[in-house]
Every structure is written in C-alpha cells, then in structure tokens.
C-alpha cells in the first residue's frame, strides 16, 4: 500500500491509570491520502483510549513506544483500527480488515520517514550557506531528526510483529478501558 500523505488535527494525549493508557483530550481528525485522489478520512472521537505503540516485549528496546506528533498519530490510528465496533454472529467487527490496518500502518511509518529525511536534507543543503551560528543549529536538528528515523529495517519490524503477534489483540475482547472505544471511530472513504 502507498500513500501521499496523512493530516491530522491537533492530537493532545491525557494519561489514565499507571498501565501505559492515553486517551484524547479532544477529537482527532486524520486523512490519509492515496494515489489517483483516493484515500479516507477517520474521526477518533474525545476520551478515545489508546495504548499508543503495542510493542511486545521481545522488540520493545528496538520500536519506541511513541514520537513524534506524525508516529504518535499512526500508532493511535492502529490501535483504532484494532478497536471492536460491534458483534456480529458472535464475531467482533473492526472499522477496517486487519491486513489493511497493517499495511496503513507500514505505509504510514513509511511516509513519516519519507518527511523526515526530506527535513534533514533541506537542512543540509541550507548549511551550505548558512552562518556558523546557524548552521550549528541546524546541526542539533538534523541530529535530533536522525533520531527519530525508524529506517526501513524498524517499519518492517514493526509490521511483521503486528503481523506475528497481532491475531489475539485484533480479534480478542477489547479490556477496561478500552472496552469503551467501540463508538469512539469513524471512517469515510475519499
């Protein structure tokens, strides 16, 4: 899956309880665009609670947990996706299929990239005539930015361990708090 690129509302994250869970201060609106003027548009409604980045424990000191604003989002949007919304037959409704919430989130880590180097490149090329105090500091951005480069090694891995180790989540009984996320989503299609 490729995309253009994602947008979003301003995203403010309220800590809850001592277990690693958020919820949104306010609604938060995310379109992803795709090529040939395609894409979708989610609503995660206010009080929307989300673990941010799921990581098991067998990659947690190699995937950060949460980023940037672009990382942040993408992970929250994921856990969104992974959100029940309904039942059905005895069999727990998503907003979208499990290999699409997957592959939107490996296109999404992919594009966050994608801006990032563009940012370190600009930077370089504006230090070639920048001023010493100017470029030292572009220099400090440019290392930060570096920072928050996954690489395409981590977006695989991150990928492949929602693939791996995503099945229970996806399709298990959403738990306290999150058990009350089911009509916190929204999606319309572009």
């Known amino acids: ?22 919820k949104l201060a306010d609604d938060l609106h995310i379109t992803v ?8 548009r989610f609503i995660l409604r206010k009080d929307f609670v989300t673990y ?15 980023g940037d604003q672009d990382l942040t989002v993408t992970y929250v949007l994921h856990d ?29 880590l992919t594009f966050c990239d994608e801006c990032t180097q563009y940012q370190i490149n600009i930077l370089k090329e504006t230090n070639k005539t920048a ?30 361990a929602v693939d791996w180790f995503g099945r229970s989540a996806y399709e298990g009984i959403d738990k306290p708090p999150c058990d009350q996320n089911y009509n916190k989503i929204s999606m319309e299609v572009l």
Do not use: C
């Open 80 to 108: 969104a996706f992974y959100t029940r919304v309904g039942l059905a037959y005895g069999v727990a409704q998503h907003l979208v299929k499990r290999d699409f919430a997957d592959k939107l989130l490996r296109a999404m």
């Open 131 to 160: 001023s010493k105090e100017d470029k030292k500091h572009n220099d400090a951005r440019i290392k930060a930015l570096k920072g928050e480069l996954l690489g395409s090694a981590k977006t695989y891995a991150i990928y492949k």
């Open 1 to 22: 899956m490729k995309i253009t690129d994602f947008t979003f509302s301003k995203l403010v994250l309220i800590p809850i309880g001592n277990k690693g869970h958020f």
């Open 33 to 40: 665009n795709a090529p040939g003027g395609k894409g979708w």
């Open 52 to 66: 941010l980045g799921s990581v098991p424990n067998v990659i947690s000191g190699f995937i950060p947990k949460y």
